[in-house]
């Protein structure tokens, strides 16, 4: 089963960017279609951008022509970058294969924080 861990959260002030990574526990990670998702909290969890391989990227409404997703598939990484930050943008940052495994999942990583706020 894959595992990931994501790093690179913080406190940021709107307009601010940040960039966050996420490791795979998987050798080819090009095999898997990846996505980031983030949960506020009181809120579910929700699908904020999916990379299917080659340059197919897709992006939630709320963060279009904001986040950039991208893999290094030779690092096993895959990442996130956040400009014109929002302080809606604040939540728990995940990354996992998509479609999402159940949320009992093992694959489920401890997420980063991203705080937006001034």
């Known amino acids: 089963q894959v595992q990931f861990v994501e790093s690179g959260g913080g406190l940021v002030q709107p307009g601010g960017s940040l960039r966050l990574s996420c490791t795979a526990s998987?050798?080819?990670?090009?095999?898997?279609?990846v996505a980031w998702y983030r949960q506020a909290p009181g809120k579910q969890r929700e699908v904020v951008a999916v990379h299917r391989g080659g340059s197919t990227t897709e992006y939630s409404t709320s963060v279009t022509g904001r986040f950039t997703i991208s893999r290094d598939n030779s690092e096993n990484t895959a990442y996130l970058q956040m400009n014109s930050l929002k302080p809606e943008d604040t939540a728990v940052y995940y990354c996992n294969t998509f479609p999402p495994p159940g949320e009992g999942s093992r694959s489920w990583g401890q997420g980063t924080q991203v705080t937006v706020s001034s």
């Open positions: 998987v050798r080819f990670l090009s095999m898997y279609t």
